[in-house]
């Protein structure tokens, strides 16, 4: 997974241009925990978890080099599109795939490509169990119900 490593060497060099270090240090958190959990979550599901752990590690780099979540999942996916023209390690169909996960990752009450949907679930899993002194929010709940169950972890 040598392009996995070259692809978080790339984001890490991004994100160091964030001056802020709680900022830059959040963005790292959150594109890793995403990360690690896309893997999990396709690895379980029997898809492509090389795809869905750089999709991961790509889908908020557009929020947060800007500093503003305004329509961030689809500016996410032109400069992943981007960033992965410039890697240049992945095929045409691939960058498609990663694309498409960035792209529909913040529609969480809908149901897109099985891909699209680990994407979803991870950022969910993350949002949930990062800081477990929030609430879940309203548009992730049903998601989250379904992730806990799925992964047994609700004691049972």
Known sequence: M??????????????NTIEDDEKRNSAIVHLYGVSLAATLIAKKRGLDYELASMAAMLHDLAAYLSGSYDDHAH????????????LNQTSEDETEQICS?????????????????????????????????????????KRFDALVKEFGLNGE
């Open 2 to 15: 040598g392009r996995l490593k070259d692809l978080r060497r790339m984001v890490e060099a991004k994100l």
């Open 75 to 86: 500016r996410g996916a032109e400069l992943a599109r981007e960033v992965l023209h410039e």
């Open 101 to 141: 996960m960035i792209y529909h990752h913040d529609d969480k009450q809908v149901t897109d490509s099985p891909l699209d949907e680990v994407l979803k679930d991870a950022d969910v899993i993350h949002h949930c169990f990062n800081d477990l002194s929030k609430p879940i929010k309203e548009k992730e709940q």
